[in-house]
């Protein structure tokens, strides 16, 4: 019995975790977060192309 109380525990918190990860993740993403956890806090050449309307894969700049 006390095994298995400790699944449901377990699995519970990890539940949890990845819950918690999942509502920051929608969050930042409702907000209009495009680089989220980035360690360069957006500052890639990705994003700054993003900034400048040069979009990954739009036909017109090629990116």
């Not at 519970?12 to 907000?31: D, P, R, S, T």
């Not at 360690?39 to 040069?54: H, I």
Request: net charge positive; proline share 3%; aromatic share 6%.
């Amino acid at each position: 019995m006390q095994v298995v109380l400790v699944n449901i525990i377990a699995a519970l918190v990890i539940l949890c975790v990845v819950g918690a990860a999942c509502y920051y993740i929608y969050k930042e993403k409702k907000k209009g977060t495009r680089c989220i956890g980035c360690p360069m806090a957006g500052k890639c050449s990705k994003a700054e192309a993003m900034k400048m309307g040069k979009c990954a894969g739009d036909p017109k700049t090629g990116f």
